[in-house]
Each structure stands twice: as structure tokens, then as C-alpha cells.
């Protein structure tokens, strides 16, 4: 009864060596499934505005100001509705593909050309009216 370790122990004994002839992986390996692409998630901001025209320009103040502090924001998803119908809500910014896969960073129903993010971004659309595409 001296021994009474299973005999794995036995032989890692046995070898003399620490390791037991083992290589260096890490005792736990990667996840089998691949892991969970990135979702959306949208956060509900609350304000008051006289009307509708003030409140969709407080909106796109609000958004533009979020998005130049955390660049990670999703501007073209941004939306407006009132508090108590948010079935009825509104695309802020265009959001018209061009040629290049660049999407419009204008206000929705913009007159005018589309314009790509940036200074002096990608320009397309004929400019003939209100939501071109």
C-alpha cells in the first residue's frame, strides 16, 4: 500500500524527468466553434424637441457628436422615432452605396450629391434631387 497513485503518476516518476517527456502545449486548447461574430446593438437615447424637423436635428447633432468620440459607432444605422412608437423610426443619414462599397454620411433625403466620409471623400450621383441613388 505504498504506492497507491495511479500509475500515471508511477511512470512520471519513473522518467525522472519534471515534464515526463511531455512537450510545451498549453493544457487548454482553442475553442472548437468558432466564436460569435460581433452583433449590433442599438441604445435609445431620450430628448425633448418642439417637432419633429427640431428633434431629427437635434438627432444628427447628437449622432455626429457620439461618433466623432467613439468611432465605433455605427452612424448610418442611427434612427428616430417618438418615445412611445419606436415602430415608426426614421433613418437619420442617407446611407447610399457608391461605386467604391462607400456609403453616403449626408442626411437622409440630402439634395445634391452623395458624398463619402472624410474630407474631400468620393463625390457620385448625378445631384438631381432628394435621396439619389
Known sequence: MRENRSPHWRQRRAAGTPGGGRD?????????????????????????APGTTDARELAVAYAEALGLLRPEL???AAALSPADAWHRAERLFCGAV???GERC???ADHPGFHHAPGP??????????PGDD
Open 74 to 76: 455605427a452612424l448610418g
Open 120 to 129: 474631400g471623400g468620393l463625390g457620385w450621383g448625378d445631384g438631381d434631387g
Open 24 to 48: 510545451d502545449r498549453p493544457l487548454i486548447g482553442p475553442p472548437r466553434r468558432p466564436t460569435r461574430p460581433h452583433r449590433f446593438f442599438t441604445v435609445h437615447l431620450g430628448f425633448t
Open 98 to 100: 457608391g461605386p467604391d
Open 105 to 107: 454620411v449626408d442626411v
